[in-house]
């Protein structure tokens, strides 16, 4: 059972002290009360409470005075004050300064109750995010990356070195190699992970609107800006900004780019105000930025301020030992999902996978393992339920070769014998039942009539 949430309610009458607790513990709070500020310091050091509720005025320690102890114990401290009209303007001031809000004596109760659920939502959201951030941190941690192969071991380990620091780092590689997962890899095993992780595809924003997109724009700065918006500068602070396809970008933003990274300042669009950035940026490529850099393309400087660490994702012809570890991975996740029986790949199903090329990498692994999950009639994935490309391509490559060397048929023709053959014995070992040798071979009775038919088997 999950222990009620504590409240601290501080105030020298004891009277308004009573009257909250009551309201307070009627909502289900735990609440302890307090005379002064000094006695409301080592309450909330001892207690840490959900929400504070605290006079201004008062002896020993006034309420601003416990306010500024309390927010050094905790900066994310949620105190209330209550306060008379004459100082609300002290009130206002105090909330700049880190109070959550401010009542006004006499106050309504409902008024209470509602400012106190406000500071309760706000600690089920941030309770929530950090339950994310700890479920992705775990996730995106580097002993989790399904691999077999020692060049991505290396890498994973490279990664782990890299993330500790603050460095700009830049990943190249083929598309669908992973170069997102590395960055978001990077993020969540450094020192920022509890801070955002934000991602900018370059090359999916129009070019007049990529500025706006870095560092936001004030209203009015052009037609369609009916307000101020945050760019995504601003929305990653305190913690990591992904621009994938970064070669995309023009001239005139790769220079407000350098800025930002050298000096750690930009101003939005159509604004004035300078805003300082404490962001980490990892960039993604396709393409060759050091040819870019030679044929003018893109800025020497920029690629050197970015190219402080460099990545390369390995494609996923160069770790073959990966391919049937995450065809197998993607088999579990996609049948769970689309709730279907498949478990396992018939072995030639699986070695069609792994004599394919994979030009589109893990992305077009992914994308088979989900078609031939769609695509199984039963328990498990056979060759007809692979994309044609990968099926054509291992029957081009493949020739099974004879004893004597001399080529003897195609896959497709081998793959359509050992059915035959399969259906044929399970058909003698059910006694010629048709369903139960559908349930044998993992198959619907419908896929087992076509294949009769198919391979002539009365």
Same mark, same amino acid.
């Given at each position: 059972?999950?222990?009620?949430l504590?409240?601290?309610?501080?105030?020298?009458?004891?009277?308004?002290r009573?009257?909250?607790?009551?309201?307070?513990?009627?909502?289900?709070?735990?609440?302890?009360?307090?005379?002064?500020?000094a006695?409301?310091?080592?309450a909330?050091?001892?207690?840490?409470?959900?929400v504070?509720?605290?006079?201004?005025?008062?002896?020993?320690?006034?309420g601003?005075?416990a306010?500024?102890?309390?927010?050094?114990?905790?900066?994310?401290?949620?105190?209330?004050?209550?306060?008379?009209?004459?100082?609300?303007?002290?009130?206002?001031?105090?909330?700049k300064?880190?109070?959550?809000?401010y009542?006004?004596?006499?106050?309504?109760i409902?008024?209470?109750?509602?400012?106190?659920?406000?500071?309760?939502?706000?600690r089920?959201?941030?309770?929530?995010?950090?339950?994310?951030?700890?479920?992705?941190s775990?996730?995106?941690?580097c002993?989790?990356?399904?691999?077999?192969?020692?060049?991505?071991?290396?890498?994973?380990?490279?990664?782990?070195?890299?993330?500790?620091?603050?460095?700009?780092?830049?990943?190249?590689?083929?598309?669908?190699?992973?170069?997102e997962?590395?960055?978001?890899?990077?993020?969540y095993?450094?020192?920022?992970a509890?801070g955002?992780?934000?991602?900018?595809?370059?090359?999916a924003?129009?070019?007049?609107?990529?500025?706006?997109?870095?560092f936001?724009?004030?209203?009015?700065?052009?037609?369609?800006?009916?307000?101020?918006?945050?760019g995504?500068?601003?929305?990653?602070?305190?913690?990591?900004?992904?621009?994938?396809?970064?070669?995309?970008?023009?001239?005139?933003?790769?220079?407000?780019?350098l800025?930002?990274?050298?000096?750690?300042?930009?101003?939005?669009?159509?604004?004035?105000?300078?805003?300082?950035s404490d962001?980490?940026?990892?960039?993604?490529?396709?393409?060759?930025?050091?040819?870019?850099?030679?044929?003018?393309t893109?800025?020497?400087?920029l690629?050197?301020?970015?190219n402080?660490?460099?990545?390369?994702?390995?494609?996923?012809?160069?770790?073959?030992e990966d391919?049937?570890l995450?065809?197998?991975?993607?088999?579990?996740?996609?049948?769970?999902?689309?709730?279907?029986?498949?478990?396992?790949?018939?072995?030639?199903a699986?070695?069609?996978?792994?004599?394919?090329?994979?030009?589109g990498?893990?992305?077009?692994?992914?994308?088979?393992?989900?078609?031939a999950?769609? &695509?199984?009639?039963?328990? @498990? %994935?056979? #060759?007809?339920?692979? *994309?044609?490309?990968? =099926? +054509?391509?291992? &029957?081009?490559?493949?020739? @099974? %070769?004879? #004893?004597?060397?001399? *080529?003897?048929?195609? =896959? +497709?023709?081998?793959?359509?014998?050992?059915?035959?053959?399969?259906?044929?014995?399970?058909?003698?070992?059910?006694?010629g039942?048709r369903?139960?040798?559908?349930?044998?071979?993992?198959?619907?009775?419908?896929?087992?009539?076509?294949?009769?038919?198919?391979y002539?088997?009365?």
């Amino acid at each position: 059972m999950t222990a009620p949430l504590q409240a601290l309610v501080v105030d020298d009458e004891e009277g308004i002290r009573e009257m909250l607790s009551a309201v307070l513990t009627k909502q289900g709070l735990e609440v302890t009360t307090a005379a002064d500020g000094a006695a409301a310091v080592e309450a909330f050091r001892t207690l840490r409470p959900a929400v504070v509720l605290m006079d201004i005025r008062m002896p020993v320690m006034t309420g601003l005075q416990a306010l500024s102890e309390i927010l050094k114990i905790d900066r994310g401290a949620s105190v209330i004050l209550m306060t008379a009209y004459a100082a609300v303007e002290t009130a206002v001031q105090a909330i700049k300064d880190g109070a959550f809000d401010y009542i006004i004596k006499p106050f309504d109760i409902a008024e209470v109750l509602l400012l106190v659920e406000r500071v309760l939502q706000l600690r089920r959201m941030q309770d929530d995010i950090a339950t994310l951030h700890r479920e992705l941190s775990a996730n995106y941690r580097c002993d989790r990356i399904l691999t077999n192969s020692p060049k991505m071991m290396e890498l994973c380990q490279t990664i782990s070195k890299v993330a500790k620091s603050n460095a700009s780092v830049l990943v190249s590689g083929e598309s669908g190699t992973g170069k997102e997962l590395v960055a978001a890899a990077i993020h969540y095993n450094s020192p920022r992970a509890g801070g955002p992780f934000i991602r900018v595809n370059c090359a999916a924003v129009p070019e007049g609107l990529l500025e706006s997109e870095f560092f936001g724009h004030e209203k009015g700065a052009f037609t369609g800006a009916a307000a101020r918006r945050r760019g995504r500068f601003e929305l990653a602070e305190h913690g990591t900004l992904f621009l994938d396809e970064i070669g995309d970008i023009c001239p005139s933003l790769q220079v407000k780019l350098l800025r930002v990274l050298q000096e750690r300042e930009y101003e939005r669009v159509g604004g004035s105000e300078t805003l300082r950035s404490d962001v980490r940026v990892v960039v993604a490529t396709n393409k060759n930025l050091e040819d870019m850099v030679q044929q003018g393309t893109f800025r020497q400087d920029l690629y050197f301020r970015l190219n402080v660490v460099a990545l390369t994702t390995i494609p996923l012809r160069e770790r073959p030992e990966d391919v049937r570890l995450l065809a197998e991975h993607f088999l579990q996740r996609f049948a769970a999902e689309n709730h279907v029986e498949a478990t396992n790949f018939h072995d030639r199903a699986m070695d069609c996978l792994l004599r394919y090329g994979w030009p589109g990498n893990v992305r077009e692994l992914c994308n088979a393992v989900e078609r031939a999950v769609v &695509m199984s009639s039963g328990r @498990v %994935i056979f #060759p007809e339920d692979l *994309p044609e490309q990968v =099926l +054509r391509q291992a &029957m081009e490559v493949t020739e @099974v %070769i004879s #004893p004597l060397g001399a *080529p003897q048929h195609s =896959l +497709r023709e081998m793959i359509n014998q050992y059915e035959a053959r399969a259906i044929t014995e399970s058909l003698a070992r059910n006694g010629g039942s048709r369903m139960r040798a559908a349930q044998e071979l993992g198959i619907s009775r419908r896929s087992l009539l076509y294949k009769l038919q198919e391979y002539g088997i009365g």
